[in-house]
C-alpha cells in the first residue's frame, strides 16, 4: 500500500540515499507498534534518481491507515526534519548570509558560517570575548527546533499523500526561517565585530613595534581580577607611568579589563615583559601575548612571584623553586 512520495527535486543522489537512510532507520522497529495484534510492519523506501523522489508503502496484512498511519506519519516527519537540519540547513545559511545580509566575498560567507556553526553545535568562542557555551543547551536547542519542524510536517502528512521537501521548505516553515535569520544575524554581529577588534589589535602590534625600548624587561604580577602591578628587573615597583595619550584614548572605547595594563606597557616599552599569574588561561593574558608577541613570557611559579600566591593551591609546598618556569607565547590568535 502506497503511503506517501517524497519529492528532493534539488537534490543530489547521495542525498536522497541519506534520506532513505533516515527513513528505514525510523521505520525499524514499527514490527511491534503498527499493528495492534503485534503484526510485523514492513515500510519499503523505494528511490527513484530519475526523478529525485523516494516513494514509501506498507506491506501489512491488514494494514489500517487510520489506525496505523499517524505512527508512521509521525516518523516519516522525523525523518525528514533530520534531514532538514543535517542536509539543507548549511545551504539555507548560505543563502540567508549572501541574499539577506549582501555578502559576496567567499570567505567572508565561509567565516561567517563558521560562526553560524559555533552558535548551532559549539565551538571556539570569539577571540575579542571569553564565552562558555553550554553544549548541553544546545543539543537541547537542536532537539526543539527538530521537534518544531517534525511537527509541522507529521500535520502535513496527515493529509497529502505528496510533498515537495524543497517547496515546503521554502515557503511552509516560517518560524523555522525566521530562527535562522535570527542565528545569521547574531553570526554576523559577532563576525563584524571580531574583524574590527582584530583590525584594533593590529593597529596596537604596530605601536608597540615602532615604539623605541626604554626598558630590559618588566614584571608584570597579575594579583587577580583587573589587578596588575609592575616591577623593574630587579622586582622593584615601578611608579606609575603616564599612558600616552593616543593609545589611551583608542584603549577607552576598544579595551575592557586589561586597557590600563595594554596602554601602561605600550607607553614604558619594555624590551621583554615577565607576567607572573596563577591564571595564564585568562583572555587578558592571551591579548597580552597578542599584542606584544614574542616580548611576553608567562611565569606560573618562581621565587620572584610566590610571595603574592602563597594561597595557590598548586604550589609545590616546602619545595624550593630555583627559576621560573616559563609558558613561551606560542598561542595562535584565532
Known sequence: MELFTVSLMSASGEAIGRLREYLQEEFLDLHNKAGSGGEYVTIHCTPDLQYGAITC????KDFNLALHGPLVYRRAANAFARYILTEMEPTLLHSIIRKQFHYEEPREIESVEQYCKNLLFGGESSS????S???EMLRVDRDRRK?????ELEEFLGSNTRIHLDGYVTFRLASYWEELREIAAFAVDEYVMDKQYQEFISLLKYFVRMQEV???????????????????EEFQMLEAVPADRIVAEMLETEMNMEDMIVSTLITISPENIVIHTRQPELQVMRTLETIFEQRVQLCVECTSCTFYFEQVHDLQQHEPVLAPRMITAKRKWT
Open 133 to 135: 557555551v553550554d553544549l
Open 57 to 60: 508503502s506498507a506491506e501489512m
Open 147 to 151: 521537534n518544531k519542524v517534525a511537527a
Open 128 to 131: 575579542h570575548e571569553a564565552v
Open 214 to 232: 626604554k626598558l630590559p624587561i618588566v614584571h608584570v604580577v597579575h594579583k587577580g581580577g583587573t589587578e596588575f602591578v609592575l616591577y623593574n
